[in-house]
């Protein structure tokens, strides 16, 4: 499956930005997909999944309360709509796919397969 990310930008802090990641190729019905992001000098965090045909979803602690992962079936598209933003989330996010069967610990990027190029969200002060 191809994944490809948008809806990244600059936004204020307390600002709001919902990021989508489309999948082609395959439908995303037996697949977890999940957000990663990567600021500059750090490693890359898993901070969402959701199993797309349940809406099953897992949050960070980081983002829990200000982030939620959606889907929207028709698009295979999945939303990870973000509120409540902080600097602390500048980074490039990525969006990743994994079959169902393949997840065995919440938010392990080593457990995604393919994943997209990234979108770039910046929040200033």
């Known amino acids: 499956v191809h994944l490809v990310e948008s809806g990244g930008g600059s936004v204020q802090a307390g600002g709001s930005l919902r990021l989508s990641c489309t999948g082609s190729g395959d439908t995303f019905d037996d697949y977890v997909v999940g957000w990663f992001r990567q600021a500059p000098g750090k490693v890359r965090e898993g901070i969402s999944e959701i199993v797309f045909s349940y809406g099953t979803t897992r949050y960070a602690e980081s983002v829990k309360g200000r982030f939620t992962c959606s889907v929207d079936n028709a698009k295979n598209t999945v939303y990870l709509q973000m509120n409540s933003l902080e600097p602390e989330d500048t980074a490039v996010y990525y969006c990743?796919?994994?079959?169902?069967?393949?997840?065995?610990?919440?938010?392990?990027?080593?457990?995604?397969?393919?994943w997209g190029r990234g979108t770039q969200v910046t929040v200033s002060e």
């Open positions: 990743a796919a994994t079959f169902e069967t393949n997840v065995t610990v919440e938010l392990d990027e080593l457990e995604f397969d393919y």
